[in-house]
């Protein structure tokens, strides 16, 4: 197969984003796209140079020209898409996080993984920028083993959506399952384990608490910390807090263990740094052994393209060119029905960690 065509469902911001880094693949092109908002549809679709919009789900499943599915919509839309295309057309598919919002689904994506006859990749797009890249492929020589892992995101609010689904947990299934299955889906990924217990405080003090829609004001929350704990031993943290866009670094990983420290720092999109400050900040690996005592800082420069592509540092590029891999037969998809499943399990005991105020067990 010399080209990909991508049927894409979803044509919000991020169904733009995805668009924009196919568009930079050699072997990508989007023929149908798909929202029920027509006019981000028609956008979507000039975007990609001329796709076929198309009304429904089914009429874009009934486009004979596609090879891959990509499933950009609102997070409770995720499951009940994945079930019309199962009963319609057997595509690979990339799904965005979170793969589900509701503990009762689980069961059919596990039905879903064990029958359905096409690759299937969800979509952590945090795992693929540079810098955190290289502190997974650094972390177990410069720590000597992570005994225990922090995650930092001070980032800006949640962006305005369609419909405002984004703002109720109902929808989007809330912040820790919604903002945070990226870090959970990391800890995992960097530790090599699975957590056993988790432990949660979390709130909205902050943001959206002047809006309503349809008379309902939005309870999402908008800042929390996450602690777990992983069967082999070592410990996690996640701190988030969504009110801190003035903060230089969007993210900051911390790995640490016998040997030493090895730090990422991811900043936010570009479009939001002030253009009065100068050039955005490059992100930056630290590596600082205990002994000798030393550290070591390597920056970790994204290609301007890339940047200019999306909100995600590059990552979604990369993403979409390892799933393009796939799709065209070379390899297996590294994110998998599974890992979506883990990660979304992790977030929805941690929203009810939160809520209760007792430690969950997984």
Known sequence: MSMVRYGVIGCGMMGCEHIQNINLLPHGQVVAVQDPVRDLAVSAAKLAGGAQVCDTLEALLAVQDLDALVIVSPNDCHVPQLRQIAATRTLPILCEKPLFTAPEDEVFLRDFAASYGAPVWVAMEYRYMPPIALLRDEAQEATGGIAML?????????????????????????????????????????????????????????????????????????????????????????????????????????????????????????????????????????????????????????????????????????????????????????????????????????????????????
Not at 302 to 310: I, Q, R, S, Y
């Open 150 to 362: 922090s995650i930092r995101e001070h980032r800006f609010p949640f962006l305005p959506k369609v419909g405002a689904w984004n703002r109720f947990n109902s929808r989007s299934g809330g912040t820790l399952v919604e903002k945070c299955c990226h870090f959970f889906d990391l800890m995992r990924l960097i530790l090599r384990d699975e957590p056993v217990r988790v432990m949660a405080s979390a709130g909205q003090a902050v943001n959206h608490k002047d809006e309503t829609y349809d008379g309902r004001a939005p309870d999402i929350w908008d800042n929390g910390y996450v602690i777990l704990d992983f069967a082999g031993g070592a410990r996690a943290m996640l701190e988030l807090c969504m009110f801190a866009e003035g903060s230089r670094y969007q993210e900051e990983i911390s790995a640490m263990g016998p040997a030493g420290k090895i730090e990422a720092r991811v900043p936010g999109p570009g479009r939001f740094w002030p253009v009065h400050l100068g050039d955005a900040p490059v992100p930056q690996v630290i590596v600082s052994p205990r002994v000798p005592k030393g550290p070591r800082l390597i920056e970790v420069p994204v290609d301007p393209t890339l940047l200019a592509a999306g909100d995600h540092n590059g990552s979604t590029y990369y993403q979409h060119e390892r799933f393009n891999a796939v799709v065209r037969g070379e390899g297996r998809p590294e994110v998998t029905l599974a890992d979506g499943i883990a990660a979304v399990r992790i977030g929805l005991a941690a929203q009810e960690s939160a809520a209760t105020g007792r430690a969950v067990a997984i």
